[in-house]
């Protein structure tokens, strides 16, 4: 269980209120105008973000984005696998990759998909991509931050963040 969610589920009584906070990420957000093709990286709860964004894009009528996502388990956490469905049929989503870190015959984190599809990230970024990554800042930003490093560079990376192609909201 996330810390968030595990807590809220396991452990707050039905019916109970607790006080929150929204913590708007304004570095975490496309221009309205920029028709540029997204490469959407997350794990976990970052679902949440990185739907909003393909949300926004289906709306806009923008096609042919890139979601990489992890969970744990397929068996369990394959959550809005309708809607990834939809956007697949509609071509908001160009394309597709999901892994499950717990499962025998996966066994693979993010960060692994990002190495595994190196050749075809790389054309996207020259292509003028923009990544987004949204998730666990422990483990998984961390890893594909390192494993974007090693397939464009440090420096380009680091442009890439300059330009705003490449935004982050871990936590």
Do not use: K
């Amino acid at each position: 269980m996330g810390t968030g969610s595990g807590w809220l589920t396991a452990y707050l009584p039905l019916g109970s209120a607790t006080p929150l906070r929204i913590r708007p990420n304004p570095s975490f957000r496309t221009d309205d105008r920029d028709a540029t093709p997204l490469i959407l990286i997350g794990n976990g709860t970052g679902i949440a973000g990185l739907r909003a964004h393909l949300r926004e894009q289906a709306h806009a009528g923008r096609r042919g984005h890139w979601l990489l996502f992890g969970e744990r388990t397929a068996a369990h956490e394959r959550y809005f696998d309708d809607e990834l469905t939809g956007w697949l049929a509609d071509a908001t989503l160009a394309r597709l990759d999901r892994c499950y870190s717990r499962d025998v015959d996966c066994g693979r984190y993010v960060q692994d998909l990002v190495h595994e599809t190196e050749t075809a990230l790389r054309a996207w970024i020259d292509a003028g991509a923009t990544v987004m990554v949204c998730g666990s800042l422990e483990g998984m930003a961390q890893g594909v931050h390192d494993a974007l490093e090693s397939i464009i560079g440090a420096e380009r990376l680091d442009r890439l963040a300059e330009d705003g192609r490449y935004r982050r909201d871990v936590y």
